[in-house]
């Protein structure tokens, strides 16, 4: 076992009586380390409550003949961040959570690992260090906020209080009203509703075959989330005594199989970002391009929040993952899973409980996948779009640009009543390095929603959107204004044309233009010059590239 370099042997005295002093046994050094890692904390719904879901993963743990072993993970909660600078930490935070799990299991040589995760940065961190380390590992995601109700209507956190902002400045609804909708938005622990990135990332590990069958949307505090939890629990004892190794269920076809799931499911645009990243980890390249080509051969069957009308709970009810593998078994790969079981067993195990939640190829509620990649002359190395969130009279969009070189005076020119029907709204050094940090644009994309102009006004810009961004609103443009892209040296008032179909981003100058421009553009000086952000700024590459920390 891996754990024996620190208990076994007359050189190891020392660290077995401190690990003695732990309250571990002499029976115990025989068995599996077991380490768990917790992002348990008061500070974010989607992990307050994991504390029940921690005993349940000891319980089986010890059942399994291992060691249970816990420590800490942070986390953020991105809906708390967003908005202001907090959010330039949230995916900067993934590469740290990532070196943390590295640094706990190799400091003390455990021999397997479970993942307690669930929100947005923190489930890619931990597939990144699962990659990474290639030790037998499970992931439990500790599910699905339930809707929020007022007065009989279902309730969701982005339409009902980040959009509702928005209608409150156009004046269509109260101070009460919008008190109301706050209080009973979120009804208590899980992750956000829809699919924005923390629930993508928990359906996406489930595709991947990282977690158990049904984990992705069993609902937070379920007896069925404590069952799976205790399960994973067992699994992973049996995993370490088989020996079997992340990298063999982390496949190049089970990234496929995640990214073709996705794209079925309408997820967040940030699982694109994590996915290469998680892959790297794993010596596997994914170009951007792969999912553009998945999106284009992949029904979109399932159409959930913000996108559409269903939420996570709908597609728990419809018979979850397991069911969208059912209804997709055929372009799915067949590999194996951390559950023992293959893709196909699992498939053919599970039911379609709701043909409309989880409509056939035939049904589809869009010919094409949830997201396309971008190209064109203001992203010469791609931009990404959720398309099953844009109406189809705004899938190509042609406005006059309106420039922002920061998030808060974008948000200061919508709240003004600033931004117009035509226009599209430039945000810019908000990229990985220029942020630094990427921040999401919710707040930006959420007020224009709710202030009516989700069809009449684009959003284009180098930093991120959440999974909670519907209406043509492009990000991930690359390369970034900071590193000298050609989003650098838009203008107010050049016409700028989306066209989502032809996967095309344009601003209409000519070569020569841009060039001209490029030649006189100066980087900015660095937002933040101490700390880890300015680490980071230093390290981070491109968007297209994962946003991942570079040698």
Same mark, same amino acid.
């Given at each position: 076992?891996?754990?024996?370099?620190?208990?076994?042997?007359?050189?190891?005295?020392?660290?077995?009586?401190?690990?003695?002093?732990?309250?571990?046994?002499?029976?115990?050094?025989?068995?599996?380390?077991?380490?768990?890692?917790?992002?348990?904390?008061?500070?974010?719904?989607?992990?307050?409550?994991?504390?029940?879901?921690?005993?349940?993963?000891?319980?089986?743990?010890?059942?399994?003949?291992? $060691?249970?072993?816990?420590?800490?993970?942070?986390?953020?909660?991105?809906?708390?961040?967003?908005?202001?600078?907090?959010?330039?930490?949230?995916?900067?935070?993934?590469?740290?959570?990532?070196?943390?799990?590295?640094?706990? %299991?190799?400091?003390?040589?455990?021999?397997?690992?479970?993942?307690?995760?669930?929100?947005?940065?923190?489930?890619?961190?931990?597939?990144?260090?699962?990659?990474?380390?290639?030790?037998?590992?499970?992931?439990?995601?500790?599910?699905?906020?339930?809707?929020?109700?007022?007065?009989?209507?279902?309730?969701?956190?982005?339409?009902?209080?980040?959009?509702?902002?928005?209608?409150?400045?156009?004046?269509?609804?109260?101070?009460?009203?919008?008190?109301?909708?706050?209080?009973?938005?979120?009804?208590?622990?899980?992750?956000?509703?829809?699919?924005?990135?923390?629930?993508?990332?928990?359906?996406?590990?489930?595709?991947?075959?990282?977690?158990?069958?049904?984990?992705?949307?069993?609902?937070?505090?379920?007896?069925?989330?404590?069952?799976?939890?205790?399960?994973?629990?067992?699994?992973?004892?049996?995993?370490?005594?088989?020996? $079997?190794?992340?990298?063999?269920?982390?496949?190049?076809?089970?990234?496929?199989?995640?990214?073709?799931?996705?794209?079925?499911?309408?997820?967040?645009?940030?699982?694109? %970002?994590?996915?290469?990243?998680?892959?790297?980890?794993?010596?596997?390249?994914?170009?951007?391009?792969?999912?553009?080509?998945?999106?284009?051969?992949?029904?979109?069957?399932?159409?959930?929040?913000?996108?559409?009308?269903?939420?996570?709970?709908?597609?728990?009810?419809?018979?979850?993952?397991?069911?969208? %593998?059912?209804? %997709?078994?055929?372009?799915?790969?067949?590999?194996?899973?951390?559950?023992?079981?293959?893709?196909?067993?699992?498939?053919?195990?599970?039911?379609?409980?709701?043909?409309?939640?989880?409509?056939?190829?035939?049904?589809?509620?869009?010919?094409?996948?949830?997201?396309?990649?971008?190209?064109?002359?203001?992203?010469?190395?791609?931009?990404?779009?959720?398309?099953?969130?844009?109406?189809?009279?705004?899938?190509?969009?042609?406005?006059?640009?309106?420039?922002?070189?920061?998030?808060?005076?974008?948000?200061?020119?919508?709240?003004?009543?600033?931004?117009?029907?035509?226009?599209?709204?430039?945000?810019?050094?908000?990229?990985?390095?220029?942020?630094?940090?990427?921040?999401?644009?919710?707040?930006?994309?959420?007020?224009?929603?709710?202030?009516?102009?989700?069809?009449?006004?684009?959003?284009?810009?180098?930093?991120?959107?959440?999974?909670?961004?519907?209406?043509?609103?492009?990000?991930?443009?690359?390369?970034?204004?900071?590193?000298?892209?050609?989003?650098?040296?838009?203008?107010?008032?050049?016409?700028?044309?989306?066209?989502?179909?032809?996967?095309?981003?344009?601003?209409?100058?000519?070569?020569?233009?841009?060039?001209?421009?490029?030649?006189?553009?100066?980087?900015?000086?660095?937002?933040?010059?101490?700390?880890?952000?300015?680490?980071?700024?230093?390290?981070?590459?491109?968007?297209?590239?994962?946003?991942?920390?570079?040698?």
């Amino acid at each position: 076992m891996r754990s024996d370099k620190i208990k076994k042997g007359v050189e190891r005295a020392g660290a077995r009586s401190l690990l003695y002093a732990t309250g571990l046994s002499r029976e115990d050094m025989a068995k599996p380390f077991i380490g768990i890692a917790t992002s348990r904390t008061d500070l974010i719904p989607g992990h307050i409550g994991m504390e029940r879901l921690e005993r349940f993963i000891e319980r089986g743990v010890a059942a399994g003949g291992g $060691v249970p072993l816990f420590f800490g993970i942070p986390g953020i909660c991105d809906g708390i961040a967003m908005g202001h600078t907090g959010m330039k930490y949230s995916l900067a935070s993934r590469e740290l959570i990532a070196d943390m799990i590295e640094t706990i %299991m190799k400091a003390h040589s455990l021999d397997g690992f479970v993942a307690l995760t669930n929100c947005d940065k923190i489930t890619p961190g931990m597939l990144m260090a699962i990659a990474r380390l290639n030790v037998p590992s499970i992931v439990v995601t500790a599910g699905p906020m339930f809707s929020g109700n007022l007065k009989g209507r279902r309730l969701s956190l982005v339409k009902d209080t980040f959009e509702a902002v928005g209608r409150f400045k156009a004046g269509d609804i109260s101070q009460e009203e919008l008190n109301n909708l706050e209080m009973c938005a979120c009804p208590g622990a899980g992750a956000c509703q829809g699919l924005y990135t923390a629930n993508t990332m928990a359906c996406v590990t489930e595709a991947m075959g990282m977690s158990l069958p049904g984990c992705a949307t069993a609902l937070a505090l379920q007896a069925k989330k404590d069952r799976i939890a205790y399960a994973s629990g067992e699994k992973i004892v049996n995993l370490v005594k088989r020996n $079997v190794l992340p990298r063999t269920i982390m496949r190049r076809e089970a990234f496929e199989n995640a990214i073709k799931i996705d794209m079925a499911l309408g997820g967040s645009t940030n699982a694109v %970002m994590h996915l290469i990243a998680i892959a790297k980890e794993a010596g596997i390249d994914l170009p951007l391009n792969l999912f553009d080509e998945i999106s284009r051969q992949t029904p979109h069957i399932a159409n959930i929040l913000p996108g559409g009308e269903h939420f996570m709970e709908d597609l728990e009810w419809a018979g979850g993952i397991p069911a969208v %593998m059912k209804r %997709m078994r055929n372009s799915l790969y067949d590999i194996m899973t951390s559950s023992g079981k293959l893709i196909s067993q699992i498939a053919n195990d599970a039911q379609i409980l709701n043909e409309d939640v989880i409509r056939d190829s035939k049904n589809a509620y869009h010919a094409e996948g949830g997201i396309a990649i971008l190209g064109g002359n203001l992203a010469p190395d791609g931009a990404v779009v959720k398309q099953t969130a844009v109406s189809k009279e705004a899938l190509k969009f042609k406005g006059k640009a309106r420039v922002f070189d920061s998030e808060e005076t974008a948000m200061l020119a919508i709240m003004a009543g600033k931004i117009k029907k035509g226009h599209v709204v430039v945000i810019r050094y908000e990229g990985p390095k220029g942020g630094p940090g990427m921040r999401e644009m919710l707040s930006p994309t959420s007020a224009i929603v709710g202030m009516g102009l989700a069809d009449d006004v684009a959003l284009i810009t180098d930093g991120r959107f959440s999974g909670g961004t519907q209406g043509p609103c492009i990000g991930h443009i690359s390369p970034e204004a900071a590193c000298g892209g050609p989003i650098a040296i838009v203008q107010d008032d050049d016409e700028i044309t989306i066209d989502i179909p032809e996967r095309k981003l344009n601003v209409k100058l000519s070569e020569d233009e841009i060039a001209g421009r490029l030649s006189s553009w100066k980087a900015p000086d660095a937002n933040i010059k101490e700390g880890y952000l300015a680490r980071y700024a230093k390290m981070v590459s491109s968007a297209s590239e994962g946003a991942v920390l570079k040698e």
